[in-house]
């Protein structure tokens, strides 16, 4: 079987489904299901429905998986988004609130994902758990954020949490830290699937557990899993039920994403009259972003496409910003209706994102994904709103953390904005090297935050230390070459300055 499967890629590579490759196909779905019906055994019974559920629907992604060839795209089928269908914020914006905010509101739910660790930024546990300011996590902001809401327009905003396996336990313990707070919180987990061989493309899994050396046969699906584990949960039944009408969905680190009163009346009041299942908040690309996924027409539908889909020969031109201006922030405001209507006729349609991963044993693996934007074609009425950059803030790297952590942002109410001390209201580019990844190297290498108000570039390499009060302006570059270590001394003003090797301050 091994050396079939092996020229699996090759025979379904060329055009035309040709006897050969059916018959593997089917083959090797035959031995996905049975491995599948294998591992099924081993599940105990408390945990029996839940595991079935779970590789039904890995077993419906690799289904898909053999039956696709190729880019998921049609090159030649692209098209710039009419005009209509990506709406200026300020044109949001101009219509105002409604009198009735606390109505509008109440038929909100706000939905974080929070599957993901921390492990890119050296720590353990779930990256929803990192201090970001004045000892607030990621966590503690989005809590603050939503119970200032329902404190200020006495509503009932609920927050709901959708965990990984990774990240489930540890953040149900930090939960009881809120109950006193006026916010409800529910939680449930994306679906845990199993890894498969790249060679043999059957699951690297022999049994459900998934702790010793089982704990790398194992993964969550990407966030394109929330529209079946939130139906499946329960929860989205529950919250038709209590009259909710939209989710607001956005990345856990993204802290620019709080709830927005205008577009959410956008929604609720509808200037046609036709209600809009689906927004997605795009921002401007930079420089920066030429990698993030963009809304485009395709036959005849708003989809967002990223640049895994793109065939290679025209990357360059997915990159080029003249072209496609515009990228997903991940914020997302969806139709609970909708999302059920979909959801019961089978109907959410996601590319599939084939993932490659190496594991500590070196063996190599696939992970099947989905992202939830792709989703953006399967509803009705879908509008992407062009938003201002203030609203995509994702604390990925350190360098990031840097920036929120500095006087560039005034905290109120667990929601950050720029100082207005600020001329500019661009953020400064912050590269930190490899001695800051870690965010307890991070820590210890800055006495305290630098005054960065009027810094517009900062390339950090090296062993570099700084003292308390210092302040950076203009383009500031420290690289210390190796071997050598520089300490920027307390209450230091570095302004257009290059500072290398050996310590030496020159103009810049």
Known sequence: MAEETGDLSKAMSQDGASQFQEVIRQE??????????????TAPSHEFEHTKKDLDGFRKLFHRFLQEKGPSVDWGKIQRPPEDSIQPYEKIKARGLPDNISSVLNKLVVVKLNGGLGTSMGCKGPKSLIGVRNENTFLDLTVQQIEHLNKSYNTDVPLVLMNSFNTDE????????????????YTFNQSRYPRINKESLLPVAKDVSYSGENTEAWYPPGHGDIYASFYNSG????????????????????????VDLYILN??????????????????????ADVKGGTLTQYEGKLRLVEIAQVPKAHVDEFKSVSKFKIFN?????????????????????????????????????IQ???????????FENSLGINVPRSRFLPVKTTSDLLLVMSNLYSLNAGSLTMSEKREFPTVPLVKLGSSFTKVQDYLRR??????MLELDHLTVSGDVTFGKNVSLKGTVIIIANHGDRI???????LENKIVSGNLRILDH
């Open 266 to 287: 956008h929604l609720m009041n509808p200037p046609n009259g036709k209600p809009c299942e689906f927004v997605m908040e795009v921002t401007n690309k930079t420089r």
């Open 28 to 41: 090797l779905e035959f031995s996905v299901k049975k491995e599948l019906e294998k591992i099924l055994t």
């Open 487 to 493: 300490d920027i001394p307390p209450g230091a003003v």
């Open 368 to 378: 099947l994904e989905t992202a939830v934007g792709a989703a953006i074609k399967s």
């Open 329 to 365: 922030t991940n914020n997302l405001w969806i139709s609970l209706a909708a999302v059920k209507r979909l959801q019961e006729q089978n109907a959410i349609d996601m590319e599939i994102i084939v993932n490659p991963k190496t594991l500590d044993g070196g063996l190599n693996v």
């Open 446 to 451: 800055f006495e305290s935050i630098p005054d």
């Open 170 to 185: 540890d953040t149900k313990k930090i939960l009881q830290k809120y109950n006193h707070c006026r916010v409800k919180i």
């Open 235 to 258: 929860l989205l039944d529950t919250f038709i039920g209590e009259g909710k009408e939209y989710i607001f969905v956005s990345n856990i680190d993204n802290l620019g994403a709080t």
